[in-house]
């Protein structure tokens, strides 16, 4: 299978992301495993500085997974055109 400049350009973009995305989701389990609870409640989330790390690890996660699908959108365009 060919692809032109464009398709190239959103498969490596897809790569790069989708290997964050399994960095954050990595460190998230890490400091879960290491806190000794995968069940984050509200309470725990706003005391702890792991709870504020895995806020902010979850934001990255959610506008990652937004910028991936969208790329996968836009390949998918891509090759419904040729």
Partial sequence: MRFNEKEKDALFKILIFSVIQIYCIYIHFI???????????IERLMSSFAGSVIQIIDLITLINGIIIFLYIVILLILLAKD
Avoid: E, K, L, V
């Fill in 31 to 41: 400091i879960s495993a290491h806190s000794g609870d995968f069940n984050w409640t």
